[in-house]
């Protein structure tokens, strides 16, 4: 509030006082109402600087040039000499007087009827053993997750009742798989000789193996007539590898199942290798999912749908196709090759 309206405030009830002659008015006034009169500013008129919208309310002349230390202890031994507020009534623990009760709920005469002698053991059963019983019918969703797997295996259940909080089990140390100690020289050898041991040649996840060596087992394929399973799964096979394995497979008679999974072969050269499959429909499983190239494309997957329908001995294609009506049609025709097979054997055991 300004000077001008102080004075129009406290003068509103004598008109005769002219507002411009403000000297003379001043000049009336008393020490304290000058006091009065200069302590009255605004905080918040921002057109004044902060150290004068505020008249010092200190009588106190200054001590000596600020210092923050002697500030800090002077406020912590006045914080310290000061007392404690008094409180009027300390507080006092006491039980209630009347003790909560559940309210009973009067049993209908359809619930008494109901009552077996079982109500008696449940009432008196301890949570944990609760627990269990709920584990032995199968009331899952009554346990956390540490019960639940505990009941799977025939453990203990140990969960603190049905408020227990699932904790977490320690981490099992897995050990690695140990290498495939394989010995390629001697296998390939094998296979040009036309080895009768050798039935299963496994060669997963060796990734030394040249590009010559495995062009070589391919070849071999050719001329072996022992060789039922060979699994050449991450072993960077490339479709240089794949066209001698496809050529290979259109002279096999025996093998049965061909595993070249996690590898780089590209969906024309699968396309060839399920040709050669063809030919004497001797293979019953085939996989070669997880190559470089994610997505065959539809070009390529309907080549497999034809080759598949083509086949009647296959039983096992291990491939993950694009379109769902790929994986309708495969799905349909390698289920036909099952119930023939089974058809046919079971026509056979009749006839014995």
């Known amino acids: 509030m300004s000077d001008v309206e102080f004075l129009q405030r406290s003068t509103s009830k004598d008109v005769d006082v002219d507002l411009e ?44 040039p600020f210092s923050r230390k002697k500030l ?28 909560w009760k559940p309210k009973e709920v009067k049993k209908t005469k359809e619930e008494e009827e109901i009552d077996t002698e079982w109500d008696d053991i449940l009432q008196q059963a301890t949570e944990d053993e609760l627990v269990d019983l709920a584990a032995v019918l199968g009331f899952h969703g009554m346990l956390n997750q540490t019960q639940f797997y505990a009941s799977e295996r025939d453990e203990k259940l140990e ?32 296979i040009k000789d036309n080895d009768s041991s050798l039935k299963h040649l496994n060669l997963n996840n060796i990734k030394n193996i040249s590009f010559e ?43 049965k199942k061909l595993n070249i999974e996690s590898n780089f072969v590209t969906g024309e050269l699968i396309v060839e290798i399920l040709k050669a499959i063809n030919v004497h429909k001797t293979c019953t499983e085939f996989r070669a999912a997880n190559q ?31 379109f769902p009506e790929t994986r309708v049609k495969v799905t349909a025709k390698l289920q036909d090759n099952y119930d023939q097979t089974r058809r046919n054997r079971v026509g056979i055991k009749g006839d014995v």
């Open 159 to 190: 969960g603190g009742g049905f408020a227990g909080m699932a904790k977490s089990e320690q981490l099992r140390v897995i050990p690695f798989e140990p290498p495939n100690m394989t010995d390629v020289e001697e296998s390939l050898q094998k």
């Open 292 to 322: 470089k190239q994610e997505v065959l494309g539809n070009k390529i997957e309907t080549k497999i749908i034809k080759l598949v329908e083509e086949n009647e001995k296959l039983m096992t294609l291990g491939l993950a196709f694009e």
């Open 72 to 99: 800090l202890d002077f406020l912590e031994k006045k914080a310290k000499d000061e007392k404690d507020w008094e409180n009027i009534k300390q507080y006092v623990k006491k039980a209630p007087e009347k003790p």
């Open 213 to 255: 060596r495995l062009e070589a087992i391919c070849e071999g394929l050719k001329t072996n007539t022992n060789l039922e399973i060979l699994e050449m799964a991450s072993v960077a096979m490339t479709d240089r590898v794949a066209k001698k394995l496809a050529e290979g497979l259109s002279e096999n008679k025996t093998l």
């Open 21 to 64: 002659n403000l000297d003379d008015l001043l000049a009336q006034l008393t020490a304290e109402e000058l006091d009065e009169l200069n302590g009255d500013f605004d905080p918040d008129n921002s057109f004044l600087p902060p150290s004068e919208r505020m008249k010092s309310q200190t009588d106190k002349s200054p001590s000596g």
